[in-house]
């Protein structure tokens, strides 16, 4: 079952807490749930130890290209992040600028957008079991929010971002204009594992093959901001 929820969009990237800049991830370490990772627009990476106690800044080596100090200790504008299935202290980060992945829990991060058509974007999912494997929607960049050559292309990467394959089997061919946001894209528990984006011309797409095909699952929806799966029965 693919379950699209939307709201209004000014609400997209609301949260509460650091200063209301929009707290949207938050990961709980399977291993430790006192140690938490949250991401938070305009302010970046924050990682406790603690149960949420205490927190201190975790952004080294994300850029943050509108600053005049390019590698601030925070600031960076993160809009995702999402955690590998086989590795607990692998993480991969969707930032206003750049794609990266952290291989030490968050501490320090690397760039792996070299193979993508462009770096900028909202949205990063995991496959719900297999290790390195994730999914990310390319735009152009932040003032050109639609996609690649105006084509609807998910892209995986199966080796932790070391290279990248673009997946349209099945998505629109003529010159495309949705934009995915960083709550509407997903997997889900099947095996195969299914993967689901919705975007803000109203249409949700799903594969039953992680990624090689697609199929309109629906359209004609309001903005769809946030996109859940699960299995039924």
């Known amino acids: 079952m693919v379950e699209s929820l939307w709201q209004h969009p000014q609400r997209e990237s609301w949260g509460a807490g650091f200063g209301g800049q929009g707290m949207h991830t938050v990961l709980v370490d399977r291993r430790d749930p006192d140690r938490l990772t949250v991401a938070v627009s305009t302010g970046g990476v924050y990682r406790s130890a603690d149960g949420g ?131 509407a894209l997903c997997t889900d528990d099947a095996d195969p594992a299914g993967v689901y984006f919705g975007n803000r011309n109203g249409e949700v797409y799903g594969s039953a093959d992680e990624g090689d095909s697609w199929s309109l699952l629906t359209e004609h929806l309001p903005s769809v901001l946030c996109v859940r799966a699960s299995l039924i029965g």
Do not use: M
């Open 53 to 183: 106690r205490s927190w201190h800044p975790s952004n080294t080596g994300v850029e943050a290209r509108f600053q005049p100090d390019r590698y601030p200790e925070f600031g960076q504008c993160v809009h995702k992040v999402a955690v590998d299935a086989g590795d607990p202290d692998r993480l991969y980060l969707q930032n206003h600028g750049g794609v990266y992945r952290s291989d030490d829990g968050g501490a320090t991060w690397q760039s792996i957008d070299a193979a993508l058509p462009a770096d900028f974007g909202f949205a990063v999912a995991t496959h719900p079991r297999r290790a390195g494997t994730v999914y990310v929607f390319p735009l152009v960049a932040d003032y050109e929010r639609l996609p690649p050559d105006h084509r609807c292309r998910v892209y995986r990467s199966e080796d932790a971002g070391e290279t990248w394959q673009a997946l349209e089997k099945g998505l629109p061919q003529e010159a495309h204009y949705g934009v995915v946001l960083r709550d």
